[in-house]
């Protein structure tokens, strides 16, 4: 077999944008909601972007590039049992995109996300701002997930964003393996048998369309408080 290495696509443009972006949007949405006041417009304004690109990166787990398909990284408990005892099988690439461990980071900063978005369409901070939903439940219900989108839910986001940050570095520093640059570049040096994810004009024409529906299905929701 070829061992020769070759930049291989594994994130295509799409999924790039969308995780700077959500990174972005993230931290400022934690920042805005500290700063309180008239920056609570912004975390408000955050808060919907987050809502469009955690629906975008839904739909992209369907229909996106190969690495970027939830297909690609929902793995079976044996193989990552193997993954963790340093064990690899010909033709798994468990290294390519996220890993198994990587996968489980993924997936639980996905579910906080949206649990943190989903929360604050029903918050209420009882002095100048509500989240638009807030007509359609009881003061109780608000009240308590008000508590979890300003303590239990921000704080778990922290943790979780802080613990990424430390395995990518550990992967940098300990392992050698750079998981920044192909999410800046898209291509990773792999042998010739690494499937390679599409990217290309049509992938990304699909992409923006998927975004616009997105937006406008964010827009809706958000509209039904009026």
Known sequence: ??????????????????HWL??????A????????????VWHFR???????????????GLVGGHWSRFTSFVYAPATVARYVRGERRAGEHVDVGHNPLGAFSVFGLLALLAAQVGTGLFA????ANAGPLIKFVSGATSLALTKWHKLFGQWLII??????????MFYV???KH???RPMIGGDKPLTADVPASLDNGRTRALALVLVALCAGLVTWIVSLGD
């Open 1 to 18: 077999m070829n061992d020769e290495l070759t930049p291989v696509r594994v994130w295509d443009l799409p999924t790039r944008v969308f």
């Open 159 to 168: 943790g979780l964003i802080v613990l990424h940050v430390a395995a990518i």
């Open 29 to 40: 949405s934690i920042v805005s909601a500290q700063i309180g006041g008239n920056a609570l």
């Open 46 to 60: 955050l808060g919907y972007v987050v809502f469009t690109l955690l629906a975008f990166r839904i739909l992209w």
């Open 22 to 27: 959500l990174a972005s949007c993230v931290i």
């Open 173 to 175: 520093v300990r392992k």
């Open 124 to 127: 209420d901070d009882e002095i």
């Open 178 to 180: 750079d998981l920044l």
